[in-house]
T-cell receptor
Framework: ELKVEQNPLFLSMQEGKNYTIYCNYS?????LYWYRQDPGKSLESLFV?????AVKQEGRLMASLDTKARLSTLHITAAVHDLSATYFC????????FGAGTRLTVKP | DVKVTQSSRYLVKRTGEKVFLECVQD?????MFWYRQDPGLGLRLIYF???????EKGDIPEGYSVSREKKERFSLILESASTNQTSMYLC?????????????FGQGTRLTVV
């Protein structure tokens, strides 16, 4: 059974700081996705990673995928308040399974 | 724009009622999914469908059934609603065979069973 584990589950950061969210999974899939969810809203796609070594960047967020380690990271650079949200990773292996989510709060 | 539409944003139902949650997508996606989202548990897969009339159980199918009579529509049925089915329900869809199978989500249905 595919398991997807994210950590940390809660993250409180100061503006301007850097941090990394980790997503470990238990299968050999090479398809991994990152989503953002704002309070009361649905999930919005951030990154699609489809091969080992894939790296995608958008603004202050950068996602990478290491299929050999079964690990994806979401790195936040110089955090700003607008990045406060819950971030989910999801792994595709016949179906789509999600991690528990990381609730990020960026404080001024 | 991809659109995944769930029939209701909020629902309140009584224990024992049969509840239908409807989801429609307009992108000709093969795959459709139903998840429930609960605090601290992330999204848990209830059922998914990879084609019309095809369905597969996810992690937590007990107490639920699904129907996919047309490609664009995927229904989640709570046979006899119980209070532990109070949750946020999210529908998603994606292509089935293309390299990019990124899922697109509906706005969610917050169901309360009283």
């Amino acid at each position: 059974e595919l398991k997807v584990e994210q950590n940390p589950l809660f993250l409180s950061m100061q503006e301007g700081k850097n941090y990394t969210i980790y997503c470990n999974y238990s299968t050999t899939s090479d398809r991994l996705y990152w989503y953002r969810q704002d309070p009361g809203k649905s999930l919005e796609s951030l990154f699609v990673l489809l091969s080992n070594g894939a790296v995608k960047q958008e603004g202050r967020l950068m996602a990478s995928l290491d299929t050999k380690a079964r690990l994806s990271t979401l790195h936040i650079t110089a955090a700003v308040h607008d990045l406060s949200a819950t971030y989910f990773c999801a792994v595709e292996d016949n179906d789509m399974r999600f991690g528990a989510g990381t609730r990020l709060t960026v404080k001024p | 724009d991809v659109k995944v539409t769930q029939s209701s944003r909020y629902l309140v139902k009584r224990t024992g009622e049969k509840v239908f949650l409807e989801c429609v997508q307009d992108m000709d996606h093969e795959n459709m999914f139903w998840y429930r989202q609960d605090p601290g548990l992330g999204l848990r897969l209830i059922y998914f469908s990879y084609d019309v009339k095809m369905k597969e159980k996810g992690d937590i199918p007990e107490g639920y059934s699904v129907s996919r009579e047309k490609k664009e529509r995927f229904s989640l049925i709570l046979e006899s609603a119980s209070t532990n089915q109070t949750s946020m329900y999210l529908c998603a869809s994606s292509f089935g065979t293309a390299m990019n199978t990124e899922a697109f989500f509906g706005q969610g249905t917050r169901l309360t069973v009283v």
